[in-house]
């Protein structure tokens, strides 16, 4: 690498939402990349009542590596937006409606994508809501609170517990099949990765702490049906008006329906996560993954 291609990158991570401790997992996994890439790199733990960090002189790219409340939800882009730096990955709106599941699933519908039927509820809310049915936050990554409820009893404990910390929650069809997820790489789908937890679903634990989880690229999907679901990553990606990289999950019917559950701006970098998997598998060794990231921010800035 020449001297002129040596970037001064700050790497953003940890922040003040529950998915803290994966964030700082993925902040230093990506610094370490950055490094070895040959770039000079910070790392920086930032919160809305500190961003000093982002007024340091040299910074030519900023790397979120920051999920959930602050980092993904489009605070800290609108953040680097004001100050004028560069940095990776979606924008504000973007970032803001992906982070909403309400909303950007409003979004897929407008698209034609199949999503499951849902429900947004508040602590007023009374009903028989179908079973069995998913329970989880409108707004949240890492399937943290989620809950798969099959009987009444676990519904309403789910709601409870729920709405105890927030002030509304989904209520989702459940839909079984196989659990399926799809990157995105600059507008392009990466190969398709089905999930095997060794629980009832790919929970947080399955995500980054049960090594019997398996990750198959070997699907034995119909090309049409492989081709089905990276065609709807990379439509949800377009519609919500993604940057740069993206990750899609699904069910997948046994119908051959894909229902798209979300859509994460910032997924995971650490040991476990999806989009390093997939990108691996085309190719990208993560050193390269991380780099081209950086320069796909810096194109779209016009650097």
């Known amino acids: ?68 409340t602050f980092g993904e939800d489009g605070q800290v882009q609108r953040l680097c937006e004001q100050r004028g730096l560069v940095y990776v990955g979606s924008g504000p709106e973007a970032s803001e409606l992906a982070m909403d599941k309400d909303a950007s699933k409003r979004i897929f519908q407008q698209a034609g994508l199949a999503t499951p039927e849902w429900v947004i509820i508040d602590r007023s809310a009374k009903g028989d809501f179908p079973l069995p049915c998913v329970i989880k936050p ?14 009444e009893d ?13 002030s509304k929650a989904m209520i989702e069809a459940f839909v079984p099949g196989r659990e399926m997820t799809v990157s995105v790489l600059d507008d392009k789908p990466l190969p ?17 702490d049960d090594e019997a989880t398996q990750f198959i690229f070997d ?28 990750r899609a999950d699904f069910i997948l ?5 894909a229902w798209l559950l979300e859509v994460n701006t910032i997924p995971g970098f650490t ?26 921010a810096l194109e779209r800035a016009g650097k």
């Open 1 to 68: 690498m020449s001297a002129s291609d040596v970037l001064g990158i700050t790497v953003l991570m940890g922040g003040p939402g529950s998915e803290r401790e994966v964030s700082l997992m993925s902040g230093r996994a990506v610094a370490d990349a950055l490094k070895q890439a040959g770039h000079r790199v910070t790392t920086a733990d930032i919160s809305p009542d500190d961003t000093s960090a982002l007024d340091r002189e040299g910074i030519d790219a900023v790397f979120i590596a920051m999920h959930g």
């Open 138 to 151: 409108v707004a949240g990554g890492s399937s943290l609170d989620v809950t798969i409820a099959r009987d």
């Open 154 to 166: 676990t519904r309403e404990s789910a709601l409870e517990n729920l709405l105890a910390t927030d």
């Open 192 to 208: 398709v990765i089905e999930i095997i937890p060794d629980r009832e679903f790919y929970d947080y634990i399955a995500k980054y």
């Open 219 to 246: 699907t034995k999907l119909s090309p049409a049906t492989e081709q089905h679901l990276r065609a709807a990553a990379l439509t949800a990606h377009r519609t919500l008006g993604c940057k740069d990289f993206s």
């Open 253 to 257: 019917a046994a119908d051959g329906i």
């Open 271 to 296: 040991g476990h996560s999806l989009l390093p998997k997939a990108a691996a598998a085309a190719g990208i060794s993560f050193e390269q993954l991380c780099d081209r990231i950086v320069r796909l």
